[in-house]
């Protein structure tokens, strides 16, 4: 007798051995569907749909990051906490892309190395949560678990998790990576251009202490013209895509095998990562994400042991094949000096190298008295230098940057030449999730950064 189908699978799916265990074990942060019939119904639909990558970019990405995990690149990995329905509009993707940009051109500066660019775009929908359920004035309602789940709305019919947002973060996410690469591809990514806007950005009396530097690249790039370089070659950029691997219903269903070798991709983007929240060694995210070919990301807190993160090189890349692991730091500016020695100690005696970047946002979060979710910019910056000494200290790569931005001029995180204080963060406050650098301090935070790498 022939086994039962899961809906979704497809026969070349099921000689995948192993690829379905993480059925078996224990599974956090997923949503409570009403319907199980219906999930069912919208996970078959996304199996029948085109991946959103192609598994020889997910291949090229991990050849970079490898590079990185060297020393002989650095990582700028950028975007919303949760990106929305609503806010992927052409403006929108358009001016995060342009702010990535912007900041890589600064980094590649100060590093004098490639900068691997990737949006935590197309796909950024699903959000782990602390609490189940969120109470308002007496009223219990689930929590917001991300426009692919439910809505922001405190309604019970908008909090109601709704498969039929599965297939359309689907659809959301491939009208978004369809812009990216027009946008990095068509000669939006022109270096001269994305030049010309830094040059405005530091023009700003109040970011008068990067005018230096942006002089500074202003002459490398009238020196790289009058020796005769090929500018053309420098109108286009790859740009990878990234978001946490968390929902299950949407991710297996994006897991395609690759006709050039059998193996399993996971094709909703180039690259994952599994979450503070997630990454329980005996979990069902480090187990299927283990048995796809993809680089993948893992975000250590400052709880991390020299044991866990072993534990997790093991399962997770126990070839240890270059680029195929990134640790993502998020130990919070008043413990990374604490907290991210042992770690680079004990790597330095082991048989891997990891790319380690640095996520100085989710350590450093506070609420206001007013009941803002928000960030100092000082701190976020303290981090990253904080991650920087390390580095030095151990003699391992500080090998990049993860950060929660947009290109809009909201005004979410604290501090920055423009000085947004307590008070003006009701002016403009758009994050549905964790609070974001906007341009002007996702920039500036990219100067400084590229003087800790000139530095290095
Ligand atoms: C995030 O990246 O938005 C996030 C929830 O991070 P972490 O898993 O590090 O808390
Ligand atoms: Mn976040």
């Known amino acids: 007798m022939t086994q039962p189908r899961e809906p979704f699978a497809t026969s070349d799916t099921d000689v995948v051995e192993g690829l379905d265990y993480w059925r078996t074990l224990p599974i956090k942060q997923q949503p409570?569907?009403?319907?199980?019939?219906?999930?069912?119904?919208?996970?078959?639909?996304?199996?029948?749909?085109?991946?959103?990558?192609?598994?020889?970019?997910?291949?090229?990405?991990?050849?970079?990051?490898?590079?990185?995990?060297?020393?002989?690149?650095?990582?700028?990995?950028?975007?919303?906490?949760?990106?929305t329905f609503a806010g992927a509009t052409a403006d929108q993707i358009r001016d995060r892309v342009k702010t990535i940009l912007?900041?890589?051109?600064?980094?590649?500066?100060?590093?004098?190395?490639?900068?691997?660019?990737?949006?935590?775009m197309a796909g950024q929908f699903a959000k782990p949560r602390s609490s189940d359920d969120e109470t308002r004035d007496g009223v219990t309602l689930p929590a917001y678990r991300g426009d692919i789940v439910n809505g922001y709305d405190f309604t019970p019919e908008s909090r109601r998790a709704d498969p039929a947002r599965l297939v359309k973060g689907y659809h959301t996410s491939a009208s978004t990576i369809n812009l990216i690469r027009a946008f990095t591809q068509g000669g939006f990514a022109d270096l001269r251009q994305v030049h010309s806007w830094n040059r405005g950005f530091a023009a700003n009396p109040?970011?008068?202490?990067?005018?230096?530097?942006?002089?500074?690249?202003?002459?490398?790039?009238?020196?790289?013209?009058?020796?005769?370089?090929?500018?053309?070659?420098?109108k286009r950029v790859e740009f990878y895509t990234s978001h946490e691997g968390l929902l299950m219903d949407y991710e297996r269903p994006m897991t395609r095998i690759d006709s050039r070798t059998g193996d399993p991709y996971l094709l909703s983007s180039h690259f994952v990562w599994i979450?503070?929240?997630?990454?329980?060694?005996?979990?069902?995210?480090?187990?299927?994400l283990s048995r796809v070919r993809n680089p993948i990301g893992v975000k250590l807190g400052p709880s991390t042991t020299p044991d866990d993160m072993m534990r997790l090189i093991d399962k997770l890349d126990p070839e240890r094949e270059p680029g195929r692991l990134t640790f993502i730091t998020r130990m919070g500016a008043k413990k990374i000096r604490d907290a991210l020695p042992p770690l680079l100690e004990a790597i330095t005696r082991a048989d891997a190298t990891p790319l380690w970047v640095s996520d100085p946002m989710h350590g450093n979060g506070l609420t206001t008295p007013?009941?803002?979710?928000?960030?100092?910019?000082?701190?976020?910056?303290?981090?990253?230098?904080?991650?920087?000494?390390?580095?030095?200290?151990?003699?391992?790569?500080?090998g990049g940057i993860h950060i929660e931005l947009t290109g809009d001029d909201v005004t979410e995180c604290l501090g920055g030449s423009e000085h947004i204080d307590e008070a003006t963060l009701a002016t403009r406050y758009e994050s549905l999730c964790d609070p974001r650098l906007n341009h002007m301090q996702s920039l500036e935070l990219a100067f400084l950064v590229a003087e800790e790498l000139a530095a290095n």
């Open 32 to 83: 409570s569907w009403p319907d199980a019939a219906a999930v069912e119904a919208a996970s078959a639909e996304i199996a029948t749909l085109p991946p959103l990558v192609f598994a020889g970019e997910v291949d090229t990405l991990r050849s970079r990051l490898a590079s990185a995990a060297r020393g002989e690149a650095f990582l700028l990995q950028g975007g919303d906490c949760a990106e």
């Open 206 to 234: 109040a970011n008068a202490a990067y005018e230096h530097l942006a002089k500074e690249i202003d002459k490398a790039i009238r020196f790289m013209e009058a020796a005769g370089a090929d500018f053309d070659e420098l």
């Open 275 to 288: 979450g503070e929240r997630t990454r329980d060694l005996d979990g069902a995210h480090v187990d299927f």
């Open 370 to 398: 007013t009941g803002y979710k928000t960030r100092r910019f000082d701190e976020i910056m303290d981090e990253v230098k904080g991650f920087f000494e390390a580095h030095r200290a151990a003699g391992t790569h500080p």
């Open 102 to 120: 912007q900041m890589a051109v600064v980094l590649t500066y100060g590093a004098s190395m490639p900068v691997i660019k990737m949006g935590r």
